[in-house]
């Protein structure tokens, strides 16, 4: 099983250090994130969820209907909408995008702010019981062969049969760093997605993740995603000031402009997710980790999504890269602080580059448990 690659596309080209500018969702520049991931040889692109931006199902409608062969991962938060709904809502979909390139990944939700902006008031313990049953719930109207009931705590439904499935399996990404996180995750993720801390900490979470699948009984574990911000350069000194202005950056806006990792998505004190404190302990620990893991970012920013750069050549991010997949990690989310010009980039330079590296090592079978 090869590496897989995960970009991310918006309705407008907006970052930490790109505030956003025109229509809330702009057409040309969909298509343009589009082209540019799929030319880069991207096999999918996450569209993010927050409570106030354009709807992510129908934003991947319209981007794989202006591409041929890309992926899309869809955020989800659970809670909002009816779990048999949902089913139907990507297998309808995944038709319409041709089959097999439609990806769901679940966020129960970080943020209490955020969720009670939708009217969700639950604590985050609460929010994970209710994903749990949410995923049973929906698992089951995708492939049931007879007609179903379902009684639980957050959903009660009777004689659920779907007449609209998906052409191929919709795998589940999965979100989250607490206990619950990976309770809940373990259980149901196809993928349990991470974002990029040091690699000590990122193998304790793999082993966690796995543990709880384990007790979940599953004998087929969730393959691991890692998500990151590399800043590129021709030359080490040429990337470390780029990474530096792009701090310097992110500081003078007050932790970012609007994105999903910047100012909208901050609350007032520490952040409560498992996931920003861990990012922000990394950044307390030291500015460097590992051989080019750059924690500045995070901790300019709150910490507030994926937030960790790599920086360096594309060689030496490339380096950095592979050492996740050594220990585990078979899916990298990498995006760029200018979204549109970074991603033609890692096509041309990151990509390649952490290919030629794995095939060097011989480690490009580790995504499949196979021993080099």
Known sequence: MPVEFIGMIGTQEVSEIRPATGPVID??????????????????????????????????????????????LVAHRPGFTAPTLAARQYATLD????????????????????????????????????????????RR???????????????RVAGVRQEIRPLAPIPVYFGGSSDAAYRVGGRHADVFALWGEP??????QITRVHDAARAAGRSELPRISVSFRPILADTEEQAWARAHAIRDRIVAAKGGHGS??????????????????????????????????????????????????LVGTPDTVAAALADYVDIGV????????????????????????????LARRGTAAVAAGVPA
């Not at 690699?199 to 304790?204: F, K, Q």
């Not at 409560?272 to 750059?294: I, K, M, T």
């Open 141 to 155: 109207a995708w492939a049931a062969p007879e007609a179903f009931d379902h009684h639980g705590e957050h959903y």
């Open 27 to 72: 057409r040309s520049t969909v298509r343009r994130f589009v082209t540019a991931h799929e030319a880069a040889g991207f096999d999918k692109v996450l569209v993010g969820h927050s409570s106030s931006t354009p709807d992510g199902l129908q934003v991947a409608a319209y981007g794989a209907a202006h591409s041929e062969r890309l992926g899309f």
């Open 199 to 204: 690699l000590a900490g990122t193998r304790e």
């Open 330 to 357: 078979t899916t990298l989310l990498i995006r760029g602080y200018d979204p549109i010009a970074d991603a033609e980039r890692y096509g041309r330079e990151l990509l390649p580059a952490v290919r030629a590296e």
């Open 95 to 138: 038709h319409f995008s041709g089959g097999g390139r439609v990806a769901m990944h679940v966020i129960s939700g970080g943020s209490d702010t955020d969720q009670r902006r939708d009217g969700d008031w639950l604590d985050k313990e609460q929010r994970y019981t209710r994903t749990d049953e949410y995923l049973s719930v929906l």
């Open 260 to 309: 999903f990792t910047g100012t909208r998505m901050r609350e007032a004190g520490a952040p409560a997710n498992v996931g920003s404190q861990r990012l922000l302990a990394a950044a307390e620990a030291g500015e460097v980790h590992d051989r080019c893991l750059w924690t500045a970012t995070a901790a300019a920013s709150g910490a507030a999504g994926n937030s960790t750069a």
